[in-house]
């Protein structure tokens, strides 16, 4: 019965940052890579970043590169995205992911157990 829970979202200025935070309960958050990943309204749910078990390997959809940071804290049970130098094309809802396999993915169907999602909306 593994959930995951966003926070952090909300109404942000363009340039702006936010962080969100995602809390895995129900399982063993170390055996776990976690991702995250982003839907806007009318569009396919796009892969925004990965995170290995300890958090030693991590991978980004380009388009991120430079202004997300993914990270976590074993030890609270929960991932992290900081985000920064937002845009009006990062609007979406954000979801957190996590997978019982070791390797980093990047595809929806990859990924075991899925959030509820939160809102970043980022004004012009």
């Known amino acids: 019965q593994v959930e995951l829970k966003e926070a952090g979202g909300g109404l942000v200025q363009t340039g702006g940052s936010l962080r969100l935070s995602c809390e895995l309960s129900g399982g063993t958050f170390v055996t776990f890579v976690m991702g995250w990943f982003r839907q806007a309204r009318g569009k396919e749910r796009e892969f925004v970043a990965g995170?290995?078990?300890?958090?030693?390997?991590?991978n980004f959809a380009d388009s991120m590169k430079g202004r997300f940071t993914i990270s976590r804290d074993n030890t609270k049970n929960t991932v992290y995205l900081q985000m920064s130098s937002l845009k009006p094309e990062d609007t979406a809802v954000y979801y957190c992911?996590?997978?019982?396999?070791?390797?980093?993915?990047?595809?929806?169907?990859?990924?075991?157990?899925w959030g509820q999602g939160t809102q970043v909306t980022v004004s012009s």
């Open positions: 992911a996590a997978r019982g396999g070791t390797a980093l993915a990047s595809r929806p169907i990859e990924y075991d157990y």
């Open positions: 995170i290995s078990r300890v958090g030693a390997n991590t």
